[in-house]
Structure formats: structure tokens, C-alpha cells
């Protein structure tokens, strides 16, 4: 079984531009949660979408959305670039809350490192 | 708000040897799961060890084990007869299992064990 795979891994942007993240999850996984690491902040939670509906939130600007497509797969966007949003960015993926399979394990994938200069 | 909290930024041990890695939180809630995760250096977090809270018995994942002190919020991750390639840093995350917290993780900031020959 494919694990979770996000594009690009790398990426050198500018301050003011914008920037959009792709994570495919497990086949089979329907709920997409995505993260930022930083040294400093350490790594917190952005949001989570499942059925292509966010369904909870992390505490960060609204440059920072994300949507979820009927396949699974999701984006997620950052808009007017900002140094301090140099990170890694993962993807996690899961089976639902709630589901008799559902371990309570997220899936993470290599994550998307994202330079602002 | 539940935290998680990783008093030892760095731990050392040797080949064959073992370690004990820290992880205290702090919730008002009764039903929830505790992780350890490891990320290796530009690789993928990945699950060591997970416990339910309504579980009393301690997980264990061959050398990997936990003390679980459900009273005392403390969930501290044991590595017996360590390898060179258990060197990583290492999450201790909590999930509550409220429907409303979806699948967010909160995360510790991380250990980094360094294992030497």
C-alpha cells in the first residue's frame, strides 16, 4: 500500500507570493490533516479535512487555507508569504474518528519544505 | 488545553544500552490516545508506540515499552538494547477521542537521541 506522498518537497519562494501544497493520503484514508514544523514553534496543527469539509481548525492566520478534493487528495495554500512561514510542512492521513478500523494513528508523509527568502 | 510537555531537548545512550524518554501532559479529559512518534533526520515521522487511556496496561512494541501513569499524566518511552538507527528525534503527541477534536495531534517538542558505538 502507497504511503502518504506530498509535492513538491522543495520550494524556494519570495515574500508576498503564494504558495499551494499537494498530499495524496492512503487509499482508503478519507480524513487529511496537515502540520507545520518549525524549530521553534515546533510542530502544530493547521486543520483537517474529511469529505472534502474542514472539521477542525489550528490557531493560524487565514493566509493559511486548505481544501480537500472527492478523491481524498488535498491542498493546502498559504497567500502573502511571510518569512516566519519557512517550515516543514506534513500531511497526515487517517481513517476517520469514529470507525471500528480506526486506530487512532496518523500516517505521516515526507512533508514539504518550504524556504521564504 | 491540553499540553504536552518534553523536558529533555537532547539524550545520549550507547549501542545495547537503554534510554528513558520523557513526556508529561496535562488534560481535564478521560478518553484519549498518547503517541510517541520518531522522525529521523529527513524522513518521515513515523508511529513507535500508541495507548489508550481507558487501557492500564503499559504498551509495548518489541523493544520499545511505555509507563503509562494515567494519575500522574506521564507517558515516558523506554528503548531497550538501542541501535545505531533508533538516533532520531522523537514526539510525544496526544489525541483527544472527543468526535469534535477530530484527528489533531497535539505534539511535545521533541527529544533528539543521539545512540553511539
Known amino acids: 500500500k502507497a504511503g502518504v506522498t506530498q509535492t513538491p518537497r522543495y520550494l524556494i519562494k519570495t515574500r508576498g507570493q503564494q504558495v499551494t501544497l499537494s498530499c495524496s493520503p492512503i487509499?482508503?484514508?478519507?480524513?487529511v490533516s496537515w502540520y507545520q514544523q518549525t524549530p521553534g514553534q515546533g510542530l502544530q496543527f493547521l486543520f483537517e479535512y474529511f469529505s472534502e469539509t474542514q472539521r477542525n481548525k489550528g490557531n493560524f492566520p487565514g493566509r493559511f487555507s486548505g481544501r480537500q478534493f472527492s478523491n481524498s487528495r488535498s491542498e493546502m495554500n498559504v497567500s502573502t508569504l511571510e518569512l516566519g512561514d519557512s517550515a516543514l510542512y506534513l500531511c497526515?492521513?487517517?481513517?476517520?474518528?469514529?470507525?471500528?478500523?480506526?486506530?487512532?494513528?496518523?500516517?505521516f508523509g515526507e512533508g514539504s519544505r518550504l524556504t521564504v527568502l | 488545553a491540553q499540553t504536552v510537555t518534553q523536558s529533555q531537548p537532547e539524550m545520549s545512550v550507547q549501542e545495547a544500552e537503554t534510554v528513558t524518554l520523557s513526556c508529561t501532559y496535562d488534560t481535564s479529559e478521560s478518553d484519549y490516545y498518547l503517541f510517541w512518534y520518531k522522525q529521523p533526520p529527513s524522513r518521515q515521522m513515523i508511529l513507535v508506540i500508541r495507548q489508550e487511556a481507558y487501557k492500564q496496561q503499559n504498551a509495548t512494541e518489541n523493544r520499545f515499552s511505555v509507563n503509562f501513569q494515567k494519575a500522574a499524566k506521564s507517558f515516558s518511552l523506554k528503548i531497550s538494547d538501542s541501535q545505531l538507527g533508533d538516533a532520531a528525534m522523537y514526539f510525544c503527541a496526544y489525541r483527544s477521542n472527543r468526535r469534535q477534536a477530530g484527528t489533531a495531534l497535539i505534539f511535545g517538542k521533541g527529544t533528539t537521541l543521539s545512540v553511539s558505538s
Open positions: 487509499s482508503g484514508h478519507r480524513s
Open positions: 497526515a492521513s487517517s481513517l476517520r474518528q469514529g470507525s471500528m478500523l480506526n486506530t487512532g494513528e496518523l500516517f
